[in-house]
């Protein structure tokens, strides 16, 4: 049995036809795990790990994963493309790539540009760069001998680049990493200039482009997983809350068919779900409907009479312009408005949190405001991007031929007219005191439409 065994092991190892430089990495990986059972506590940990790791969801997504990746090397098999020769090459991509970037793939939804820039990564010159420093490698010694010294190298840089008190040794380390990856690279293609005949085959070829074909092929994979995963995560709360899966799953189902990978007009779905709290798919379809009549009113904003209000999305754009991210704009309890989503901003002297908000009725904007609030010492720059964004406000409601009104600083409350009717509130409060307290200023512009109970 055990002979049976060692002839299986080592016709696995002729068919990878590993280099010296994969052998290493596989002896001290080998060499580390073995060392870490031998430690109790990592041991344990180690094995609740390992349970986590083959979780059924996680079994599931493996199973997927396999799938996909082998329908494709059956396809590139079918068209020559692909053969066992290239097998050692499927399987470390499958492992550095698409293992990789499965869980990482609701990065790829909800980072703008994600797709595009991992397409760029694989189709770019730092590609010919990798494959021609791993064609030919060192002698298993050195191979040896490089591997921990460039894992620890890459693991002091890590470390230094996250901590700004250790930024002096960044430029030492990087230079090290930087002249070894030059030497690696300078042999390999030593080798190659040297022994072209021996690499200008179509095995070559073949190599160099597997791994570019499998990623681009892999990528529309990836994507579908972290959209699958985003529309789960986004439903789920409402079984928390009570909604049956009958209910939840058809809402999601709909909702896919309706926005696609629009992530976020899936996200206002739900949480309109919950405001209004609907329980039918009827209701559930008119609300789809009408987010998909929001989306389009954001796309293209209707004009809005000056005796009604001012456009909520022209009033959204101007705080956003001034660096202040905003909510959509929305009905909630019978109202509509949209609040900003930013966190306090730091910087080394202090912290400052600049928000916002739009409110009115559905067709107009009645009050817009404007916060800022600083925590003493005052960071520099606070107070003209506050100054910049009661500017921009002004000038929304004020005809752009007239002259902007002068708003003063006060530290009470202080109502005045503007143009056209519209009054305006300006607030600054302090708390606390200069070492552990700060203010806050408030700009409230109210349009004579706005009700008289709104705050």
């Not at 590609?127 to 190298?153: H, R």
């Not at 579908?224 to 789920?236: D, K, N, R, T």
């Not at 609907?278 to 389009?296: P, Y």
């Amino acid at each position: 049995m055990i002979g049976l065994l060692v002839e299986g092991l080592r016709h696995s190892l002729e068919v990878l036809d590993l280099n010296t430089r994969e052998t290493a990495i596989l002896i001290w990986l080998a060499v580390g795990l073995l060392g870490l059972f031998f430690i109790k506590n990592i041991a344990q940990s180690a094995g609740q790990l390992i349970k986590a790791f083959f979780a059924p969801i996680l079994i599931r997504a493996y199973l997927g994963l396999i799938t996909y990746v082998t329908l494709i090397v059956f396809i590139l098999a079918r068209l020559g493309l692909w053969g066992l020769d290239n097998l050692k090459t499927t399987l470390v991509w499958g492992i550095t790539f698409a293992f990789v970037t499965m869980f990482r793939a609701t990065k790829l939804v909800e980072e703008r540009g994600s797709v595009r820039r991992l397409l760029r990564e694989t189709f770019s010159g730092a590609a010919v760069v990798l494959f021609i420093s791993q064609i030919a490698t060192l002698p298993l010694w050195g191979e040896l001998i490089l591997f921990p010294l460039l894992l620890f190298v890459g693991l002091l840089l890590a470390v230094a680049e996250g901590r700004p008190e250790n930024a002096i040794v960044v430029p030492p380390l990087q230079f090290v990493a930087g002249t070894a990856g030059l030497g690696i690279l300078g042999w390999s293609a030593f080798q190659v200039a040297t022994h072209f005949h021996h690499y200008a085959t179509a095995h070559t070829v073949r190599e160099f482009g597997l791994p570019i074909a499998l990623s681009a092929l892999f990528l529309p994979y990836a994507y579908g997983v972290g959209l699958l995963a985003e529309y789960q995560s986004a439903f789920i709360r409402l079984e928390f809350l009570g909604r049956s899966k009958a209910f939840v799953g058809h809402a999601r189902r709909r909702a896919f068919w309706a926005f696609g990978g629009n992530l976020d007009l899936t996200r206002r779905l739900v949480r309109d779900i919950q405001l209004q709290e609907v329980t039918d798919s009827m209701a559930t379809l008119a609300l789809i409907r009408r987010e998909q009549t929001l989306a389009a009113r954001e796309r293209t904003p209707p004009a809005v009479p000056l005796q009604l209000g001012w456009s909520p999305y022209a009033a959204i754009a101007v705080l956003e312009d001034t660096g202040v991210p905003m909510g959509d704009y929305h009905q909630t309890n019978g109202s509509w408005g949209a609040e900003s989503t930013t966190a306090k901003v730091w910087n080394e002297l202090g912290s400052y949190r600049l928000s916002g908000s739009v409110r009115g009725g559905e067709v107009a904007a009645t009050q817009l405001a404007i916060d800022l609030d600083i925590d003493y010492p005052a960071p520099k720059g606070a107070e003209a991007l506050f100054e910049a964004a009661v500017s921009k406000l002004v000038r929304l409601i004020v005809p752009g031929s007239e002259p902007l009104p002068s708003l003063p600083r006060t530290t009470r409350r202080k109502g005045f007219l503007l143009p056209n009717g519209v009054v305006a509130h300006l607030t600054r409060n302090s708390w606390g005191d200069a070492k552990y307290g700060g203010y806050c200023r408030r700009l409230v512009l109210r349009h004579p439409a706005a009700p008289a109970n709104e705050p």
